[in-house]
């Protein structure tokens, strides 16, 4: 495995490293409505990724490869990346964002559900940069270093909050800084592990590779609407967090294509 894909597989898991190390800068929790439109940002990343950097590139090869029938490998691709997710959902016990929990220990029970919520998140960010690595590195026309750079970049801007999010509420509820920041980056450590065996997969299956795209599109738009959405849509004042959106999907829509 060449050094550019080993560091390109690390830049979205840097993302949750740094947001991680907010807990020794910030006093508080993050703010709610700065998450809000954080979450918002990040929904709208994960949008214009889906969409520029995996679904358009899976319906260009596979018209290329299969013809009239493109459509249906990419559409049974990306539905069975939302149900691979919803499987996960289901069967993981994990914490939705916008839930909440009684109690005495309510708060770290809460931010410990979180992780698990984070780390389902992280599966199909990786699995999405691995794919595009593992199309430029097999020589594939359709797949540029540049777009899969930009795709990385853009993950991992949208991990940031997701590192603050852990660390600080595990901070604020008795664990130590250090100890914090640890379980905040840890939580981002599935996702070059996802991307390098989806690498490792894609070798083998060069043939499915439109499936593959959609497959991890469909993955991290079922996060968008499982997840994403709800948290940015709770309560009132949402206009900065559609307007977070906004500015998320034309920056990566920006990104991939200044860069891809």
């Given at each position: 495995?060449?050094?550019?894909i080993?560091?390109?597989?690390?830049?979205p898991?840097?993302?949750?490293a740094?947001?991680?190390?907010?807990?020794?800068?910030?006093?508080?929790?993050?703010?709610?409505?700065?998450?809000?439109?954080?979450?918002?940002?990040?929904?709208?990343?994960?949008?214009?990724?889906?969409?520029?950097?995996?679904?358009?590139?899976?319906?260009?090869?596979?018209?290329?490869?299969?013809?009239?029938?493109?459509?249906?490998?990419?559409?049974?691709?990306?539905?069975?990346?939302?149900i691979?997710?919803?499987?996960?959902?289901?069967?993981?016990?994990?914490?939705?964002?916008?839930?909440?929990?009684?109690?005495?220990?309510?708060?770290?029970?809460?931010?410990?559900?979180?992780?698990?919520?984070?780390?389902i998140?992280?599966?199909?960010?990786?699995?999405?940069?691995?794919v595009?690595?593992?199309?430029?590195?097999?020589?594939?026309?359709?797949?540029?270093?540049?777009?899969?750079?930009?795709?990385?970049?853009?993950?991992?801007?949208?991990n940031?909050?997701?590192?603050?999010?852990?660390s600080?509420?595990?901070?604020?509820?008795?664990?130590?800084?250090?100890?914090?920041?640890?379980?905040?980056?840890?939580?981002?450590?599935?996702?070059?592990?996802?991307g390098?065996?989806?690498?490792l997969?894609?070798?083998?299956?060069?043939?499915?590779?439109?499936?593959?795209?959609?497959?991890?599109?469909?993955?991290m738009?079922?996060?968008?609407?499982?997840?994403?959405?709800?948290?940015?849509?709770?309560?009132?004042?949402?206009?900065?967090?559609?307007?977070?959106?906004?500015?998320?999907?034309?920056?990566?829509?920006?990104?991939?294509?200044?860069?891809?």
């Open positions: 495995m060449s050094i550019e080993i560091i390109g597989l690390m830049i898991f840097a993302g949750t740094l947001g991680s190390m907010m807990v020794f800068f910030m006093k508080n929790e993050i703010n709610n409505n700065l998450q809000k439109v954080l979450t918002g940002f990040a929904a709208g990343v994960m949008v214009s990724a889906s969409f520029w950097s995996l679904l358009l590139p899976a319906v260009q090869q596979a018209k290329e490869n299969i013809g009239n029938t493109a459509m249906i490998s990419c559409i049974l691709g990306f539905c069975a990346g939302m691979f997710l919803l499987l996960i959902d289901s069967f993981t016990p994990h914490m939705h964002l916008d839930e909440t929990v009684e109690g005495p220990r309510a708060g770290l029970k809460k931010t410990t559900m979180l992780v698990l919520a984070v780390v998140h992280n599966i199909p960010e990786g699995m999405a940069v691995g595009l690595f593992a199309g430029w590195n097999q020589g594939n026309d359709m797949f540029s270093l540049s777009a899969a750079v930009s795709l990385a970049v853009g993950i991992a801007i949208q940031f909050p997701e590192g603050a999010i852990i600080m509420p595990l901070n604020a509820n008795g664990v130590s800084k250090t100890k914090a920041c640890l379980q905040g980056i840890a939580s981002g450590a599935v996702e070059p592990i996802a390098f065996v989806t690498i997969l894609a070798a083998l299956l060069i043939p499915l590779m439109p499936a593959l795209l959609s497959f991890a599109a469909g993955a738009i079922y996060v968008v609407v499982e997840e994403l959405i709800p948290e940015m849509s709770e309560g009132t004042h949402t206009n900065k967090t559609t307007i977070a959106f906004m500015i998320g999907f034309s920056g990566m829509m920006l990104l991939d294509v200044v860069l891809g």
